[in-house]
């Protein structure tokens, strides 16, 4: 039988009705043995209901407009730099200086050798 791991990135197309008749067939085996699998199984079947819900009519569905593809952009950008800041300069410096010191050991290591 086949693990968890190797059948959930299968339990996807299983879901969309993509896999050919061996590999569903090994899901289905796995799923009889996996409660955990088949909850995640159940999940992706009630998603794909969703989408089909949803329906294919992308033709109609309104077009965001240019600027907001570089909001989100700057955005994102923003965040980042708010994330690098959050680190202390001492921090940066002591991180700098731990680097320093491996490589200086380093190339001690390589000289005496």
């Known amino acids: 039988m086949t ?6 990135t299968l ?11 061996a590999e569903a067939a090994e899901v289905r085996a ?5 409660p955990a699998c088949a ?9 794909v209901a969703l989408l089909d819900l949803a329906g294919d009519d992308a033709d109609e569905l309104p077009v965001p407009p240019p600027a907001l593809e570089q909001a989100v952009l700057d ?3 923003r965040a980042r730099r708010a994330r690098r800041r959050r680190m202390p300069r001492w921090g940066r410096a002591a991180l700098a ?10 190339a001690v290591v390589v000289i005496v050798t």
């Open 75 to 77: 955005r994102y950008a």
């Open 39 to 47: 909850a995640e199984r159940a999940r992706l079947v009630e998603a």
């Open 30 to 34: 796995h799923l009889a043995a996996c």
């Open 97 to 106: 200086g731990a680097a320093a010191a491996v490589a200086a050991t380093a």
């Open 3 to 8: 693990g968890c791991h190797a059948i959930r």
């Open 11 to 21: 339990l996807g197309a299983d879901a969309l009705g993509l896999l050919d008749a």
